[in-house]
């Protein structure tokens, strides 16, 4: 293959050029025609540049030519790298994409939440033979000094969660490192969250983002669809290109790391990936938490509490988050109250107490508000703070446990939604 040319502009000096980018409010279908470098780690970048014929002794510049624009610039396309000289560009763009997943639904609560449903690249064979790929859910909460993206690691989840909605569908796959990280960069397109780019019209206006001076998307949470660590590699890596300060540049303490409680791999989280990290406890007794979070019938509570209290890296500064749903009637009592405090002695760490969110078909209800807050107050006296999460995206099915991709229902409440352009509780559509 003949050398590339070496006449390119350095990156150092190069000005910041506009930048093509997906429309605000449109979907991009995910191009099958060649493969995307979207989400690609440092490494994967290297190789790509190398089946192209980039000489060895350029691979470094033309890697980090490469990560600046996608991760810190969003180029959607390769013709709008002018630092890259015309013949590498037409190679990369004859070779590769930079392909998103498909934004199928954008869904948009009223408190300024939006829950995006994505169709990932097909990548199983069966996938490839069907021409479809799998769809995930992937969730915005924006406050008045921070936004938190939620996003998910597998599709559907093994551990049959009574109390979650996500946990009654089937386990359909891991997702690839690439589509972690691509979560986020669609996140950020569909904000208008790139150099040159604004926001989707009103929405500053309305407070459905961040105060100004702040990035749309401060802080990321491992709290989607699956269990993190049951999809460890691709995680690990995905956070590697998240955190790099080249590139997304969210710092490891503004990801976190949510598990319910695989505990051997809990070393190696804080070891590799070191995240902040929050525990799906919702009980104090395991005859309880076999039922509500059946992964405990392996893992019971003392031998997760073991691993957190050895969790590398955890002090006072960096405090394990215990997130803990309000059952009614069934762990929300003075007594469960207490023994959370007896159990977590001797742990840097706070409780996030969570208001039970409804989801169809489910036994359970959200324990009263004066229970919440007598709970509350009985794990504050003991010295740990006890926030309880306000409720966010209720009316969207995208608050904490809701989560659930079942391809029919959600196509079916799409079409639902575009054709009539409200919603129930204030529900509209993307175009609104």
Same mark, same amino acid.
């Given at each position: ?290 039922? *509500? %979070?059946? $992964?405990? +019938?392996?893992? !019971?509570?003392?031998?997760? #509490? ?5 969790? =590398? /890296? ?25 023994? *959370? %405090?007896? $159990?977590? +002695?001797?742990? !840097?760490?706070?409780?996030? #107490? ?5 989801? =169809? /078909? ?71």
């Amino acid at each position: 293959m003949a050398e590339v040319s070496l006449d390119f502009a350095r990156r150092s000096s190069a000005p910041m050029a506009a930048v093509a980018h997906a429309p605000v409010g449109a979907a991009q279908p995910v191009d099958e025609r060649a493969p995307s470098l979207l989400g690609a780690t440092r490494e994967e970048l290297r190789t790509a540049l190398s089946s192209i014929g980039v000489p060895d002794r350029d691979l470094k510049m033309r890697t980090a030519q490469l990560w600046s624009w996608i991760y810190q610039r969003g180029a959607t396309d390769f013709t709008s790298m002018t630092t890259i000289g015309k013949e590498l560009r037409a190679r990369l763009g004859d070779a590769f994409t930079l392909a998103r997943p498909e934004v199928v639904t954008e869904q948009v609560s009223r408190d300024g939440t939006r829950k995006w449903l994505m169709r990932m690249a097909p990548v199983a064979a069966h996938e490839k033979v069907k021409g479809v790929g799998p769809e995930i859910e992937c969730v915005y909460i924006p406050e008045a000094d921070r936004a938190t993206l939620c996003i998910s690691s597998q599709v559907g989840c093994t551990l049959n969660c009574s109390f979650c909605h996500t946990g009654t569908q089937k386990l359909v796959r891991n997702l690839t490192t690439a589509e972690i990280v691509a979560q986020l960069v669609v996140a950020r397109d569909r904000l208008g969250d790139w150099p040159g780019q604004s926001p989707p019209p009103g929405a500053r206006e309305k407070g459905l983002l961040p105060g100004d001076g702040n990035r749309f998307v401060t802080n990321i949470v491992l709290m989607g669809m699956g269990e993190p660590l049951y999809n460890f590699d691709n995680v690990r890596d995905a956070m590697g290109v998240v955190a790099d300060g080249d590139g997304l540049s969210l710092g490891k303490r503004r990801i976190t790391l949510s598990t319910s409680g695989v505990v051997p791999m809990i070393p190696r989280a804080g070891e590799e990936i070191g995240s902040m990290l929050a525990i799906s406890l919702h009980a104090v007794r395991d005859d309880l938490r076999n039922t *509500l %979070v059946p $992964l405990n +019938k392996k893992y !019971p509570i003392a031998e997760l #509490l073991d691993a957190c209290r050895n969790y =590398p /890296g955890v002090s006072n500064a960096r405090r394990i988050t215990f997130e803990y749903v309000m059952l009614k009637g069934i762990n929300d009592s003075k007594a469960d109250a207490r023994e *959370l %405090v007896r $159990l977590l +002695k001797g742990i !840097p760490a706070k409780i996030n #107490l969570i208001p039970f969110n409804p989801w =169809p /078909g489910t036994q359970y209800e959200c324990s009263d508000w004066d229970t919440i807050e007598t709970f509350s107050d009985i794990v504050f006296r003991a010295g740990y703070a006890s926030p309880v999460r306000t409720p966010r995206g209720r009316d969207i099915l995208a608050a904490c446990g809701q989560l659930k991709s079942e391809t029919e229902k959600l196509r079916a409440r799409a079409r639902l939604m575009a054709e009539s352009g409200i919603g129930a509780e204030g529900l509209f559509t993307a175009g609104d």
